[in-house]
């Protein structure tokens, strides 16, 4: 199980013209990798993992999960590909107020069939340390406590790829360091595989590869561990089609 971007690109119709974000991003994971992207407000590291969470279209390139190409399939199957396929953290919690840490969890799994998977998310939530705050409503929880319900909402259906875009942007010290860990712990557990966003060097560092975004592409970060692991020879920009 691998994950392979090939020169995928993403450009931006604005009105002072074409805006290209992601020139040519190309990039190997294999299944259980974690990976850290840092990189300047505004390179275009949200823009990359909404396009890994099939939450939008390339302009061009091709991206593979496994055996899958999202986009290669229509938009049904697209959602569904992100609904079983693809965790998402965000900066924001993104959890529904009007419904307990509990429900929170088991949202994604309104979209499918009737499958019960409550006891899973009772598990998950123990995992992430939250066995008695299940009935809590977000608004009855603290920062770090609703990015863990979020963590465990995105592990629900056992996700191939884990996507937390600044995980911990909007948490105190002591709460970034307690959600960072436990996305890297809970990766393990679940054997997915992980990329974080982040700005925060501390958090990079935890995790086993780093790269940066920089003019468009995905570059090793200097001295990452996993900087020389996987690399391969991509085909040039247009040799794939
Ligand atoms: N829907 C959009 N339309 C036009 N420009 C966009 C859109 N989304 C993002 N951008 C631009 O793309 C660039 C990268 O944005 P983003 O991926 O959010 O950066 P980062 O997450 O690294 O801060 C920014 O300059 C932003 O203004
Ligand atoms: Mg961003």
């Known amino acids: ?22 020139r040519a991003i190309n990039l190997l994971m294999q299944k259980g990798e974690a990976l850290a992207i840092v990189g300047a407000s505004g390179s275009g590291k949200s823009t990359l993992l909404y396009l890994l969470g099939a939450l939008e279209r390339p302009t061009s390139g091709s991206y593979k999960l496994g055996d899958q190409e999202p986009f290669r399939l229509g938009d049904a199957e697209l959602a569904h590909f992100r609904n079983r396929s693809i965790g998402f953290v965000f900066q924001d919690h993104h959890l529904l107020p009007q419904c307990s840490a509990l429900e929170n969890v088991l949202i994604p799994t309104l979209a499918g069939p009737a499958e019960n998977l409550e006891e899973r998310a009772r598990q998950l939530l123990e995992r992430v340390g939250l066995a008695d705050r299940m ?93 020389t692991a996987f690399q391969v020879d991509m085909p040039r920009a247009g040799g794939v089609g």
């Open 1 to 22: 199980m691998s994950l392979i971007l090939q020169n995928l690109t993403k450009t931006y119709p604005t009105r002072s013209g074409e805006l290209p974000v992601l």
């Open 135 to 227: 009935q809590h409503r977000p608004a009855e929880l603290s920062g770090g406590e609703r990015q863990r319900v979020a963590v465990a909402r995105a592990l629900i259906h056992q996700p191939l790829l884990l996507l937390a875009d600044e995980p911990t942007g909007n948490l105190d010290r002591k709460s970034a360091e307690t959600v960072g860990k436990l996305l890297l712990e809970m990766q393990q557990q679940e054997k997915t595989m992980l990329i974080v966003v982040t700005h925060s060097p501390e958090l990079a560092r935890t995790l086993p590869r780093q790269m940066e975004m920089l003019d468009g592409s995905l570059i090793d970060a200097p001295g990452s561990p996993g900087s």
